[in-house]
């Protein structure tokens, strides 16, 4: 059975979305694992054993995000061949979220410097050092993003109308 273009289109934008969701996933189990890795360059706490086990999984997981990455790409270049209104199928309608994979990518790549040392690579003396400033920073830019992040259209109403209640009380409008 033949596909017309426009169900082509509709695939290939579906695919996207479903590739970028997995990425995001994966960048988050990331994040949560060269958090203990930062952790171990950072106080050596952890038995090397742990630390080489936390640093495997880091790189089996930055693995999964390129492998995830590229799919994506090529899926979306499949997409972009066909003129299709986007509409709704566009993986970049939300500027948010695309903020939130960016500095998910960025913590990722952060992340293959402590992975590299826990799996016994040499790094420059002052390198992760270095590095720390602006992983402190994108992790705390990814938490201001999910502290205010969009409210869900989902949320049930009485709970709007408690937080107008309380912020009619405080003077907010």
Do not use: K
């Not at 017309?4 to 969701?21: D, K, M, Q």
Request: charged residues 20%; proline residues 5%; aromatic residues 6%.
């Amino acid at each position: 059975m033949e596909r017309t273009a426009l169900e082509e289109a509709i695939h290939a934008y579906v695919c996207v979305v479903y590739f970028r969701a997995l990425r995001v996933d994966v960048l988050r189990g990331l994040a949560v694992v060269s958090l203990l890795l930062w952790y171990q360059a950072a106080a050596a706490m952890l038995p090397e054993t742990v630390a080489w086990i936390l640093g495997l999984a880091a790189a089996l997981l930055a693995a999964l995000v390129a492998a995830y990455a590229t799919l994506e790409c090529r899926w979306g270049a499949r997409a972009r061949r066909v003129r299709v209104p986007r509409l709704g199928f566009s993986a970049a309608v939300n500027a948010r979220e695309d903020l939130r994979s960016g500095w998910l990518s960025g913590w990722g790549v952060l992340a293959l410097a402590p992975c590299a040392a826990a799996l016994g690579a040499r790094l420059p003396a002052g390198l992760l050092p270095a590095l720390l400033p602006l992983a402190l920073s994108l992790v705390a830019a990814r938490i201001v993003l999910e502290i205010f992040r969009t409210p869900s259209s989902v949320r049930p109403e009485h709970a709007s109308r408690r937080l107008r209640a309380r912020t009619g009380r405080l003077g907010v409008r």
